[in-house]
């Protein structure tokens, strides 16, 4: 078993309680950015702490859209259906899901945990029993993201939308409602670049996690309409990344995310964390900071 392995075990076989999550969540911020989360002054990652650790991330709204399955109607219901994803088919039991239901160009994942995903791009075989198995999965259990907690195991089936397996990912980090900094993935399935990009979408100089790489990517033709509807879906958060994909011509919502990286995020160069946070947070002092995300 390897060492992160074993370190989701442990964490798995600990109490289910919020003090239990809070320690967790302090230990990991610690050991991965060796300091401890800043109370004057946060960056990006000890804001996103502070949500994650805080009765925050149980709010009613957070947990709803936690759901890939029901952050369709949130989205439906703020925006239009025509900004969701279309649906397939929906396998409720472990026992209904059946590789006949399947289509050949797909994209399958379970909506009560994060980082599963299956894609089918020319009806190749599936993993049944990998897909099955999502439905003992309790992601809050190894994360103690408490948002994810009580969600009911599910798995949705979703084609592949523009007809592309390899698309590209725009998230939008909005703060209190507004869109303040635009992240741009590609290759998720082969090797993942990332940008940031302002909302005039001039490249920024930081990277996330992943690497910069050298792609040029084009500012998305109905960029402002993306913005919109960020704009729209972001409100009643204090800080929500919106996550969408485009043509140029239809938006489509992926999912709302409601810790980016779990608050474990280490940026390159590290004082990349210091602009970003400039760009999302902009002047608020600490005080008025804390409150906005307490």
Not at 73 to 84: A, I, P, Q, Y
Not at 100 to 117: E, F, M, N, W, Y
Not at 189 to 203: A, G, I, N, P, T
Request: include cysteine; proline fraction near 5%; hydrophobic fraction near 35%.
């Amino acid at each position: 078993m390897s060492g992160n392995s074993m370190k989701r075990a442990l964490i798995g076989h600990l109490p289910a309680i919020a003090p239990v999550d809070h320690l967790v969540h302090l230990f990991g911020f610690v050991m991965q950015h060796r300091r401890l989360p800043r109370r004057r002054h946060p960056l990006f990652n000890d804001v996103i702490h502070r949500i994650k650790a805080s009765t925050e991330i149980v709010d009613p709204l957070r947990v709803y859209v936690t759901d890939k399955e029901f952050v369709k109607t949130f989205v439906r219901d703020r925006v239009g259906d025509e900004h969701n994803v279309p649906t397939h088919t929906v396998f409720r039991r472990v026992d209904d899901v059946d590789i006949d239901l399947i289509p050949d160009r797909c994209v399958i994942k379970p909506t009560h945990a994060s980082g599963q995903i299956v894609t089918r791009k020319h009806g190749e075989p599936v993993d049944m029993a990998r897909i099955r198995g999502w439905f003992a999965l309790n992601y809050y259990r190894t994360s103690r993201e408490r948002n994810y907690k009580n969600l009911q195991p599910k798995v949705i089936v979703e084609p592949l939308i523009f007809n592309d397996a390899e698309i590209t990912d725009y998230k939008v980090f909005c703060f209190h409602g507004r869109p303040r900094l635009i992240q741009v993935d590609y290759g998720r399935h082969s090797r993942h670049v990332r940008k940031f990009y302002d909302l005039d979408w001039r490249e920024q100089s930081f990277g996330l996690v992943y690497e910069r790489g050298s792609i040029d990517f084009e500012r998305p033709a109905n960029l402002d309409r993306m913005l919109q509807v960020a704009t729209r879906l972001s409100q009643g958060f204090s800080l929500v990344r919106v996550d969408m994909y485009s043509d140029g011509e239809s938006v489509l919502i992926g999912e709302m995310t409601n810790c980016p990286s779990g608050a474990m995020g280490v940026f390159s160069p590290p004082d990349g964390e210091r602009l970003a946070s400039a760009m999302i947070f902009g002047d608020l002092t600490d005080e008025m900071l804390h409150t906005q995300v307490a």
